[in-house]
Antibody, heavy 121, light 109 residues
Framework: QLQLQESGPGLVKPSETLSLTCTVSGGSISSSSYYWGWIRQPPGKGLEWIGSIFYSGSTYYNPSLKSRVTISVDSSKNHFSLRLSSVTAEDTAVYYC?????????????WGQGTLVTVSS | QSALTQPASVSGSPGQSITISCTGTSSDVGGYNYVSWYQQHPGKAPKLMIYDVTKRPSGVSNRFSGSKSGNTASLTISGLQAEDEADYYCCSYAGTSTMFGGGTKLTVL
């Protein structure tokens, strides 16, 4: 059974960089059939796609966050990571990692449990 | 980019059917057959219920079905059950981007 687990600091100071890692178990991140993505959800609000990465390193990002986001993959460790720079209080959210199909399908079929990141001094 | 438009809330009684709409544009919902739907219970991660407009993942009840007409996609839940009470989100491919709806709270009366 595929499992995804987010990890990283739960508190980040304003203007600093948020860094999270998603570790995949029960399957290989190097599968050519899937992309790996990050989605966030501010408290009490809806979902927002941040970006996705293929095992080869090919990425695509939400245009509204693109200037601040970097997603990378480490196949040797079977994990992928998110970096979001220059954070503000508006970046406070539960951050989820998830898998979706290759091609154009947006079938996020496996999700991590989510991790709350609070931006505060 | 703006979120896809969903009603804030819908409600129904056990056994009834309800439909949740998701309205976008020709650049997202209307332009591609890549709409998915997610169910989210409080404090839990979202769960995939429908993908590629009409497809149902293994293990999802056939009480859940999806459709699309023009720029609006719809999720229908038939035979409402208490456990269906949750937030529901649509999602669409949008060129090089991916968009979610604002979410709909389903209350089972």
């Amino acid at each position: 059974q595929l499992q995804l687990q987010e990890s990283g600091p739960g508190l980040v100071k304003p203007s600093e960089t948020l860094s999270l890692t998603c570790t995949v178990s029960g399957g290989s991140i190097s599968s050519s059939s899937y992309y790996w993505g990050w989605i966030r959800q501010p408290p009490g609000k809806g979902l927002e796609w941040i970006g996705s990465i293929f095992y080869s390193g090919s990425t695509y990002y939400n245009p509204s966050l693109k200037s601040r986001v970097t997603i990378s993959v480490d196949s040797s460790k079977n994990h992928f990571s998110l970096r979001l720079s220059s954070v503000t209080a508006e970046d406070t959210a539960v951050y989820y990692c998830a898998r979706h199909g290759g091609g154009l399908s947006r079938n996020f079929d496996y999700w991590g449990q989510g991790t709350l990141v609070t931006v505060s001094s | 980019q703006s979120a896809l438009t969903q009603p804030a809330s819908v409600s129904g009684s056990p056994g009834q059917s309800i439909t949740i709409s998701c309205t976008g544009t020709s650049s997202d919902v209307g332009g591609y057959n890549y709409v998915s739907w997610y169910q989210q219970h409080p404090g839990k991660a979202p769960k995939l219920m429908i993908y590629d407009v009409t497809k149902r993942p293994s293990g999802v009840s056939n009480r859940f079905s999806g459709s699309k007409s023009g720029n609006t996609a719809s999720l229908t839940i038939s035979g409402l059950q208490a456990e269906d009470e949750a937030d529901y989100y649509c999602c669409s491919y949008a060129g090089t981007s991916t968009m979610f709806g604002g979410g709909t709270k389903l209350t089972v009366l």
